[in-house]
C-alpha cells in the first residue's frame, strides 16, 4: 500500500515538474520576443528654450528627444544646428528644421531672416496707417497709394486711391518686432515689409505719396483687381478715367492786327476840253481844264 502510495506521489511530483519547466520555457521564449521587438526611437535635437527671430543658436539652446517617429525634415545633426539663425520663431522642446533656419554662414540677425531673393522695405508709419500696431511680423497686408497723378486733368477728378501691392508680409515692425508681454500689439513708427527687387522700386515711389497699409487675413492669399477710387466718383462708385493733358500745351491765339491803311489814291489828272466856234467862214477853238479831282 505504502509502495503504491509512494508510485503514485512520485508519478505527480514529475508530471509537475514537467509542467513547470514547460511553462518557464514558454514565458522565457515570450519576453525574449517581446524584448526584440520593443520599438526603436530616433534621437533629435530639439530647443531647451524659446528662441526668438533672429537668435543665433548655441550649443546651450540644444536638447536632445527620442521619438518613435520623429517629424519629417527633423534635424539631428548639432553641426547642421549651432551657429545658425532663426528666421521663424521656435518655441521650447519644438524639434529644428530646415525652414526655420537661416543658411549656413549667413549668421544671425535680422538680415538673416530675408529671404533668397526678397528685400525689406522699411515703411514709415503712424498709429493710422500701421493699422493701430496691428501689422506686426508674420502679418499680409495690401498697400495702398493716394495723391494726385502727375499729368492728368485733376479738377473733376480730385484725390486717387489704388492699391499699390496686395498680399505682402510683414517682416518687422520697429526695432522690437514681438508682441508685448502681454500679447498687445506693440505701436511703432516703422514696417518692415517683404517685397521683390521690382515691389521695392515701385514702392519707393510711392513714398513721395500718401500710404496706407491694410490688414488682410494671413491665409486670405486671392490678388483682387480694384478698379481704385477718386474723390469725384466717391459717391459713384465708377470706375477711375483720367483724363491725360498732351504734353505740349496749345499754342494761344494771338489778337487780330489790324491791316494797315490803303495808300490814298493819287487825283486823276485834269480834263482837257476843247470847244470849237464857227462864226461865217471864221473858225475859233476855246480850251477849258476841268478843275474836279475825282469823279462823283
Not at 43 to 57: M, Y
Not at 233 to 251: D, M, T, Y
Not at 265 to 276: G, N
Request: glycine residues 8%; aromatic residues 4%; positive net charge.
Amino acid at each position: 500500500m505504502k509502495k503504491r502510495l509512494l508510485s503514485v506521489l512520485a508519478f505527480a511530483l514529475a508530471v509537475s515538474a514537467g509542467a513547470a519547466f514547460v511553462l518557464y520555457q514558454l514565458i522565457a521564449s515570450k519576453v525574449k520576443v517581446g524584448a526584440s521587438s520593443a520599438p526603436r526611437t530616433t534621437r533629435v535635437f530639439v530647443a531647451s528654450r524659446d528662441l526668438a527671430l533672429g537668435a543665433l543658436i548655441l550649443e546651450r539652446d540644444l536638447r536632445s528627444a527620442e521619438y518613435l517617429s520623429p517629424p519629417a525634415g527633423a534635424l539631428s545633426k548639432k553641426e547642421d544646428l549651432v551657429g545658425r539663425g532663426v528666421t521663424n520663431p521656435i518655441h521650447e522642446d519644438e524639434p529644428f528644421f530646415e525652414a526655420s533656419l537661416a543658411p549656413r554662414g549667413a549668421g544671425a540677425g535680422f538680415a538673416a531672416t530675408i529671404p533668397q531673393g526678397m528685400r525689406a522695405f522699411a515703411v514709415h508709419v503712424n498709429e493710422v496707417v500701421g493699422v493701430a500696431g496691428f501689422a506686426v511680423a508674420g502679418m499680409r497686408v495690401d498697400i495702398l497709394v493716394s495723391g494726385l497723378p502727375p499729368g492728368s486733368a485733376t479738377d473733376s477728378l480730385g484725390s486717387i486711391t489704388r492699391t499699390l501691392l496686395q498680399n505682402v508680409e510683414v517682416l518687422s515692425a520697429g526695432q522690437n518686432y514681438q508682441k508685448d508681454a502681454e500679447g498687445k500689439p506693440v505701436l511703432v513708427q516703422v514696417v518692415n515689409v517683404l517685397v521683390t527687387p521690382a515691389q521695392a522700386e515701385v514702392l519707393n515711389l510711392a513714398t513721395d505719396q500718401k500710404i496706407q497699409l491694410v490688414l488682410r487675413n494671413p491665409a486670405d492669399r486671392e490678388i483682387v483687381n480694384t478698379p481704385g477710387a477718386s474723390a469725384a466718383n466717391l459717391f459713384q462708385g465708377n470706375a477711375i478715367r483720367i483724363v491725360k493733358v498732351s504734353g505740349a500745351a496749345a499754342p494761344r491765339a494771338l489778337p487780330a492786327r489790324p491791316e494797315p491803311a490803303a495808300a490814298p489814291l493819287p487825283p486823276p489828272p485834269p480834263r482837257i476840253v476843247t470847244i470849237e466856234v464857227f462864226s461865217g467862214n471864221k473858225r475859233t477853238e476855246s480850251i477849258f481844264q476841268n478843275q474836279e479831282t475825282s469823279p462823283r
